[in-house]
């Protein structure tokens, strides 16, 4: 951001201010000690600023032409939705809202618009009313930001305060009087300021946090509360009265075991407490610094789904405001007297109304206003809106209305109509919006499925009713939409809504990724897009755009443009983010590339890749700055030679010796290329460029070149022009437009400003941008200018940028006058309303074009594939037949000519078989020797194990040039026994205390249950009483009639089930209400929490050796904790010696290092010394060599070399038996093992090769002293000597530095281990402390274990007896319950009886006696015992009970009656079920003295248990009382032991008159932060006290007001059982209990029986339905027999009078053939007999048929 115009606003800080600029991060006192002199004289009330001179106007550099007044604001049409707070109420009809550098007040009923300029022109950080609306802040951002109270409705700046914070404000808030503002900073300082605001006075300031901040509030009830939130905390401010005056305390919330959140709205209540939101959506209660409850919806839902933005309380009510778009309500009282019911610390609740406003809506932010006696509430939507909404939640509440909407987020693309004073825009909320800028007015919009990215408004030549826009977007589509005048279209004439509708024309998807830039080309035939995907598509420009083809560009696309007209050729320059530039002419808009893809190969391209040159002229500019220095030296000596020469003083003149120059910076290329931001053509085939990263700050004049590399990403093309631009180097330009009239040239900068250069007929040069006009317009964080458009006449500028807004400017010159223009919108198309809705596509996954391309192009490929495969198939079929015609003329032929299977094959893969036997093999040996290698491998581990691993190395470091060493501590290393005993002990718990945890534990769990078992017992009870209640499911058909019945029984079953649920939800209620009632000795956990910490922190610092010191369970020493400090203590040794060690070993290494280096460099000498004389040599440093101490794990380093040739030694030593001392591989053995350098053979070999150097070229030399050398040769050979000299001066030095760099290093390290060994003596001196402490708790072990023991066993003992008392209590428990049950029982059976009986029953009395007549029964199971001989019949006799009656035995005086015998006159029913009854009552009574009795012994052995566990306690505290004094001995005995701690005198502060002390037995070692935190203890503790004090106050306050409330409420509740009692004896009489009464109230059984006595009379009539069915069909069966019957008598009748017949025809033969046919008529007679006997059989079952007909006839009737 350039300096200028905040320079020229901003005022010079008063000396106050300056003051306040010193204290960082402190607090100022409201009343500071001034003199007289000193006080600041107060402000009139009457005074006002100037806004001429308040606000921040345009700034002009000097001597340029443009005026001030260049642009004129004129209006906004966009809203900054996104800020957290933007929208200020100032009346019902007014609204503020920020908008870049200008705060607008728009009249919401007209859009008139009134802006406000900020001071400093650095942005605006937030604005708010006064509570009175006659005055708003705007707080500014910037260096040294303003807030600045302007009135209303006049709108002049009456306040300015300077110095609250350093960059910006973030948020500020008036108190409820509006006497106070408050105002809170952003990073770095974060500074909360209170303001006196009238007087422009600092009240009180502190830090708010470390991190952001994002809002800060008044208390509306206590003016000297405030509360802040941000990132991650939340703190409550204080304005409290000290003795050094008015401070500003602040507490910060602790979370606890809530997560952390982000708090950004919140409220303090009434009573202090203090509501907020999260991020997750649910509420926090604070209260006294911490998280009282965590508020949600039933079942665990958040109150919002999303973060909370604002929370509310207004008229005792509290609203939430959600991300989620809903606004609740919720019951204050509720909120505010929540208490957590489980560790979880949620509280349920359900919202009172609530206000969900849509699906896309979300919400940052609403403020009451009052429009005719009605409130109403105005809300910023985060989605481009303002809101107006009626929060009164009753049925005559107004529905939501949207007052203004705009775009949501930053405006990524602007076109302007080439006709008309419309203008469009799209952004990422998926909107294009219509404007027309003449008007101020919003024309209409259109919504897609995704984000627009790009726009272009077609020229002339393309539509010339100027209504066609093109549009891309984020997903690759374009869209061309067209703006028309609807009232235009035939037949709609004055029927439409709007003034201009906008119809989608065409769509297409050219790309994969965002569309970026989109150009027409001058003649209009060809239309570019371009994308993130890196390609360029190029489309035909005609009613519907076709597509020509696209090429592909190294990086994703910036920008377009086409050459201007007045070039030869149309082409097209395209620049890519990654720093390219691509130049390609227009293709042939008639010739498509379509065959098989879209892509263009052959299309001629020129590439330029952009090669940093920003270094190189930097170091141009600092050699031209050296050189001038250079000059002005040497003119000013020559000047003062002068001078001298002149006063006639003699002085040399000499040239200075010229200082070392600092070297040049070094020329600095980006790893990643700077990204190109804009362009635009100067010349064919040249053009500018903007660049943003490392290479802004220069416009770069390029050109394209004809030849270079073929592959664009190994050029590397530098600008031929560079201009640089003052103050752009971090505010690079993003975009360039270009004015006519008159020629300017406009840039937007990234911070949201905006540039005017003047250009001339020259063009672009260096002079033309040396002069510009400047004005901050959009904001200035986020405000980066995205689109600069002039309107069609060059009479309006238009800027729209990433903070959302939308700026429009008349640009006039001084002849001008400003015009009312008005809008002409474009008429329709001719045929636009016949024609239909174009599809669009709403997929963002859908193919582009050159997808969908290639996919044809796959598919067409496939099916060709698939063709070639069909022949393929064909042609091997054909030669499969061919092959089997062959095999079977093979086999036709003789054997001795056919082939055999295998000649047939041609591959035998002979080789693949040899490899894999070979493989085979290699596996096979490996085998082999598995078990062999394994060994040795084994063998090899426990020798390095055992000898090498268990010891480190000590080694010694030698200096090169002096007699400084340095060794490593010598050291073993840790065996992994000794870290496995470390683990196990940490992993040590005392036995002892966790003994008393599971007591302790034990007794809770106890008294938990005890109270919670009467409430489960009675749900269980409930719970099978109301599934007794439950009716059965019939599944049995039913009429309507009794399904209503039913449904009717299940109403009443439900109601009754909703009645005892109800019943025993209230006494559980009751139950908890009572449970959560303290006890008298109850005692607050937090408090006994509080008082242990502050005994632990009250800095109580007691002598070991007091009397009254007492040992606390951790502090206990024994011999497993003291063994424990005491490893700790010799593992911490350890790893401080390992890590000295590691870095002496780094030095060996290091040393190393260097004498290879030395080596190298002594060669380089050596061989610069052989092309030198011997008199010229300097003496070469020697070599430092290693030591062998310096290497000692070469010791037992051995290679395979080595051990071959040891065999090979050994081997010869057996053959030969040589003395080793002259055997050569012995010598090659010593020489590997004691390690005498190789190096030194190879070092003989230099030598000696650098020794035949010199010998030659001396004899070189020699013969070159022969021939006279020319002067050419002579000069050369000079030049050759100087240079061997100089690298040989350098070289040898180089070595000297290595050797005195080590040589530093060495002392340095060994100066550090000396300090080491100092540390390492008090340790040693520590260890033998802990073993001398080790051996006397080891005497004491023993005693100490058989207490320990002797506790654990009574512990133990304790547990038994504690569980026996709790199983007793269990039973004892379960013996009340059976008791209560069989009371209940007998209550039950008595209620039972006078139901029986009825009312005025003479009988009742009789009977009554009859049921309370005691009967005892006397078993005789003990005479059964002892008879056993008896015989069956007499132990059944003796198993019947023998009735006593009580008359019998006890003699009573009662009246005595037979009960054997019923009354004369009673019911024998009813006699009998009082006999029944009375046998029911005795076993109850029986059972129930059993019960009794059982429960009495209980009682006994708990008291028994109880005493018993007494003793036991008892024991134990003596036991612990021993312990207790054996650990004070133990610890005397310890303190006996002297302790080494070593002092400086300087730590000595106990000093007689100066000297030393001889006696320091009555001396105390106290370390400094200890006594430090002592002296802050005594402060702290006295601000405790004075806090408690004041709690403890408003507690008492609070105590008698319960007691004043108790009161109340028990005279309220006394007055309201005496009207209920009342109430009941009026309407019933007596009291009675209204549980019964509502239990009672509902007879089910009786119910039940109606519903099932209906069932039986609909079965009945369903089976007797069924038998009339049956008769029915009996009947006809009946009829059908009588049929068949009839017909069977007429046959009979018929066989009959034949029978007759042809008896009579026998009788006539029979008198002449007698004796013939005697047989044939026997046997005749016994079949006629045979079926007359049917026949008398068939007419009874006829007559019994009849009888049957009959009787049912009878009974149907």
């Known amino acids: 951001m350039e300096q200028e115009p905040a320079q020229d606003a901003e005022a010079e800080p008063s000396g106050a201010e300056a003051k306040l600029d010193k204290q960082d991060n402190t607090q100022i006192s409201s009343k500071p000690e001034k003199s007289p002199a000193e006080v600041k004289k107060k402000i009139n009330e009457n005074f006002f600023y100037t806004y001429e001179d308040v606000y921040s106007g345009p700034y002009v550099t000097n001597d340029t032409e443009i005026s001030t007044d260049l642009l004129v604001f004129k209006h906004s049409f966009g809203y900054d939705c996104t800020r957290p707070v933007n929208l200020m109420v100032m009346d019902r009809d007014t609204v503020g809202y920020v908008a870049g550098n200008q705060v607008i007040l728009q009249n919401l009923s007209t859009k008139h618009q009134k802006h406000v300029r900020s001071s400093c022109g650095g942005g605006i950080g937030f604005i708010t009313a006064h509570p009175s609306k006659e005055y708003f802040a705007v707080g500014e951002k910037g260096k040294k930001p303003n807030i600045v109270i302007y009135t209303y409705p006049l709108v002049r700046p009456y306040r300015i305060l300077k110095g609250g914070t350093e960059v910006a404000y973030v948020f500020g808030d008036f108190n409820r009087t509006g006497s106070l503002l408050a105002s809170v900073g952003s990073s770095p300082d974060y500074m909360l300021t209170i303001w006196d605001w009238t007087q422009e006075e600092t009240l009180l300031r502190s830090k708010a946090f470390a991190q952001d901040v994002y809002k800060v509030m008044f208390s509306a009830e206590n003016e000297e509360h405030l509360t802040t939130g941000g990132l991650g905390h939340i703190k409550f401010w204080k304005m409290a009265l000290t003795l050094t005056g008015l401070k500003l305390q602040g507490a910060l919330g602790r979370f606890g075991k809530t997560a952390v959140s982000d708090i950004i709205g919140f409220v303090e209540l009434p009573d202090g407490k203090v509501v907020s939101g999260t991020e997750w959506g649910n509420l926090l209660l604070w209260e006294g610094g911490l998280i009282k409850v965590e508020l949600c919806q039933v079942g665990r839902k ?342 001298q020469k002149e006063l006639g003083i003699e002085v040399e003149e000499t040239k200075e010796e010229e200082a070392e120059e600092e070297p040049l910076p070094p020329v600095y290329i980006p790893e990643e290329p700077s990204p190109i931001l804009c362009g635009f053509y100067s010349a064919p085939g040249k053009f500018w460029l903007s660049l943003g990263g490392y290479d802004s700050g220069f416009l770069y004049h390029c050109e394209f070149s004809h030849g270079g590399e073929e592959d664009p990403e190994k050029r590397k093309d530098e600008p031929f022009e560079v201009i640089p631009m003052k103050n752009t180097e971090n505010n690079p330009i993003h975009r360039i437009s270009f004015c006519t009239q008159p020629p300017l040239m406009f840039c937007g900068m990234q911070d949201g400003s905006l540039r005017a250069y003047p250009l001339k007929e020259e063009g672009i040069s260096e002079g033309a941008l040396k002069d510009y006009w400047y004005l901050n317009v959009h904001d200035n964080d986020n405000g980066q200018i995205r689109g600069i458009c002039c309107s069609h006449d060059d009479g309006c500028l238009i800027t729209c940028g990433g903070d959302g807004n939308i700026f429009t400017f008349d640009l006039l010159s001084e002849e001008e006058v400003p015009k009312e223009l008005k809008v002409m919108i474009p008429p329709p198309r001719r045929g636009l309303e016949k024609e239909k809705a174009t599809e669009d596509i709403k997929d963002p996954d859908a193919y582009n074009i050159e997808e969908y391309k290639q996919k044809e192009e796959h598919e067409r490929k496939m099916k060709e594939a698939e063709e070639k495969k069909n022949k393929k198939r064909e042609e091997l079929s054909a030669l499969r037949q061919d092959f089997v015609l062959l095999l079977q003329k093979n086999q036709e032929l003789p054997k001795h000519m056919q082939l055999h299977r295998e000649e047939f094959e041609m591959d035998r893969r002979i080789f693949e078989e040899l490899d894999r036997q070979t493989l085979q093999r290699i596996q096979l040996v490996q085998k082999q020797l598995a078990w062999e290698h394994e060994k040795q491998f084994i063998g090899l581990q426990k020798l390095q194990k055992q000898f090498q691993d268990s010891l480190e190395f000590t080694l010694t470091v030698h200096a090169i040039q002096s007699n400084h060493q340095i060794s490593t501590y010598s050291l073993l290393t840790v065996s992994e026994k000794y870290a496995q005993d470390k683990k196990q002990e940490d992993s040590k718990g005392a036995v002892h205390k966790e003994k008393w945890t599971g007591l302790k534990e034990a007794e809770q769990a106890e008294e938990i249950s005890r109270e919670t078992s009467p409430v489960h017992r009675g749900s269980v009870a409930f719970e099978n009483e109301a599934e007794s209640l439950k009716t059965p499911d019939v599944q049995k058909p039913t009429t309507r009639y009794i399904e209503s019945r039913r449904q009717k029984i299940r109403r009443l079953i439900e109601k009754y089930d909703a009645l005892k649920a109800k019943i025993m939800k209230r006494r559980a209620e009751w139950h908890e209400l009572y449970k959560s009632k303290p006890r008298r000795s109850h005692e607050n956990s937090k408090d006994a929490e509080d008082i242990k910490e502050a005994r632990e922190t009250i800095g109580c610092y007691r002598l070991k050796s007091a009397t009254n010191y007492t040992l606390t369970e951790d502090e206990r020493i024994n011999t497993e904790k003291k063994m424990m400090q005491l490893a700790i ?488 059982e005496e009207r209920c009692n009342n109430l009941m004896m009026e309407k019933f009489g007596r009291l009675v209990d209204f549980e019964e009464v509502q239990v009672h109230s509902v007879n089910i059984p009786r119910e039940q029986m109606k519903v099932r006595i209906m069932e039986k009379e609909y079965e009945h009539f369903v089976e007797l339905k069924e038998w009339e069915e049956k008769i029915v069909v009996l009947q006809h069966q009946l009829a059908k027999l009588t049929r068949e019957n009839t017909s069977k008598l007429h046959q009979l009748n018929r066989f009959c009078h034949e029978k007759h017949q042809l008896e009579t025809e026998l009788e006539s033969l029979t008198t002449g053939q007698g004796g013939e046919f005697e047989g044939t008529r026997s046997a005749d007679i016994k079949e006629t007999a045979r079926l007359e006997s049917r026949l008398m059989h068939m007419t009874c079952e006829v007559a019994l048929l009849r009888e049957e007909v009959s009787q049912g006839r009878v009974d149907e009737m």
């Open 1129 to 1616: 203590l010799e593992d911490l040794i350890h790893k401080t010696k390992v890590n000295m060690n590691k870095e002496i070993v780094s030095l060996r290494d290091l040393k190393v290092s260097t004498i290879d280096e030395i080596k190298s460099l002594v060669k380089e000498v050596k061989s610069i010394q052989a092309n030198l004389d011997v008199s010229e040599h300097l003496p070469i440093p020697p070599i430092p060599q290693l030591h062998p101490d310096e290497v000692p794990e070469k010791i037992v380093e051995c290679s395979s070399d080595v051990l071959l040739k040891f065999r090979e030694e050994q081997e010869a030593k057996a053959e030969l038996e040589e003395p080793l001392e002259g055997c050569a591989s012995f010598r090659a053995f010593r020489h590997v093992f004691l390690k005498t350098p190789p190096v030194e053979e190879g070092d003989a070999m230099v030598q000696t090769g650098d020794a035949s150097a010199v010998v030659t070229g001396k004899q070189e030399a020699y013969e070159m002293e022969k021939v006279e050398p020319t002067e050419m040769e002579l000069e050369i050979l000079m030049r050759e000597k100087i240079k061997n000299l100089y690298l040989q001066e350098t070289l040898i030095k180089k070595i000297n530095t290595l050797v005195i760099n080590f040589d530093a290093e060495l002392r340095l390290l060994r100066h550090k281990k000396l300090k080491m060994d100092v540390q390492m003596k008090s340790a040693d001196l520590r260890c033998i402390t802990c073993c001398e402490e080790l051996l006397i708790l080891k005497k004491l072990e023993i005693h100490e274990d058989l207490l320990e023991e002797q506790i654990c066993a009574i512990i133990n003992k304790q547990e038994d007896i504690h569980s026996k008392l709790k199983s007793c209590l269990a039973q004892m428990e379960d013996r009340k319950s059976e008791i209560v049950m069989l009371e209940e029982r007998e209550k039950a059976l008595y209620a039972s009886f006078e139901a029986s009986l009825g009312e005025n029953n003479e009988f009742a009395d009789v009977l009554t006696d009859i049921l309370k007549k005691e009967v005892v029964y006397v078993e005789k199971e003990e005479v059964r015992r002892k008879a056993g001989e008896q015989n069956e019949n007499e132990e059944e006799d003796d198993e019947k009970p023998d009735l006593k009656t009580d008359e019998e035995n006890g003699g009573s005086e009662c009246i005595v009656f037979d009960d054997s015998v019923c009354p004369e006159g009673c019911s024998e029913d009813l006699f009998l079920n009082t006999i029944q009854l009375r046998q029911q009552r005795i076993g109850i009574e029986k059972a129930l003295q059993e019960e009794k009795k059982a429960a009495a012994d209980l009682k006994k052995e708990y008291n028994a248990l109880a005493i018993k566990a007494k003793e036991i306690e008892t024991s134990l505290d003596i036991k612990n009382r021993e312990l207790e004094a054996f650990q004070w001995e133990k610890l005397h005995k310890l303190n006996e032991l002297d302790v080494v701690v070593p002092l400086r005198l300087h730590q000595v502060q106990c000093l007689d008159d100066g000297e030393m002390p001889r006696d320091f037995s009555q001396t105390l070692v106290f370390t400094n932060q200890s006594l430090q935190y002592l002296k802050k203890r005594i402060v702290d503790l006295r601000n405790e006290k004075l806090m408690q004090r004041e709690i403890h106050k408003k507690a008492k306050e609070q105590h008698k007001q319960l007691i004043q409330d108790k009161k109340e409420m028990e005279m309220e509740i006394q007055g309201l």
């Open 302 to 643: 958040p109150c919002h789904e999303g973060p909370i933005s604002q929370l509310i309380f207004d008229e005792g009510d509290l609203y939430s405001v959600g991300k989620d778009g809903v606004i609740r309500m919720w019951n204050f009282e509720i909120v505010d007297t929540a208490d957590p019911v489980d560790d979880t610390g949620l509280v349920e609740m359900e919202p009172m109304n609530e206000l969900w406003l849509g699906k896309n809506v979300s919400l940052n932010f609403i403020t009451k206003i009052h429009d005719q006696g009605q409130s109403f509430w105005l809300a910023q939507d985060t989605s481009g809106s303002i809101w107006k909404l009626d929060l009164t939640f009753s049925n005559m509440s107004h529905d939501p209305e949207r007052v203004c909407t705009f775009h949501s987020g930053g405006i990524e693309a602007i076109g302007v109509s080439p006709f008309t004073c419309l203008m469009a825009t799209t952004a990422l909320d998926r909107t294009v919006r219509i404007y027309d800028f003449s008007s101020n007015s919003q024309l209409s919009l259109i919504k897609f499925k995704q984000g627009g990215t790009a726009l272009a408004w077609a020229p002339a030549i393309v539509s010339p009713e100027g209504g066609l826009i093109a549009v891309g977007f984020e997903d690759g589509v374009v869209r061309m939409i067209e703006v028309y005048d609807p009232t235009l279209l035939p037949g709609h004439e004055g029927q439409a809504n709007e003034i201009a509708e906008i119809n989608l024309k065409q769509v297409f998807k050219p790309h994969a990724a965002a569309v970026t830039a989109l150009a027409y080309e001058p003649k209009g035939y060809v239309f570019a897009t371009g994308s993130k995907d890196k390609t360029v598509f190029f489309f035909a420009v005609k009613n519907e755009y076709r597509p020509i083809g696209f090429i592909c560009v190294p990086g994703p696309v910036q920008a377009l443009q086409w050459s201007p007209p007045s070039h030869d050729k149309s082409t097209l320059l395209i620049l890519c983010e990654n720093g390219f530039a691509v130049q390609v002419p227009a293709p042939h808009h008639g010739k498509l590339y379509t065959a098989t893809t879209y892509h263009i190969v052959d299309l001629p391209t020129q590439y330029f890749h952009f090669y940093s040159v920003k270094s190189q002229i930097k170091l141009k500019d600092e050699i031209a700055r050296r050189e001038k220095e250079k000059e002005e030296k040497e003119k000013a000596r020559l000047e003062w030679i002068k001078q």
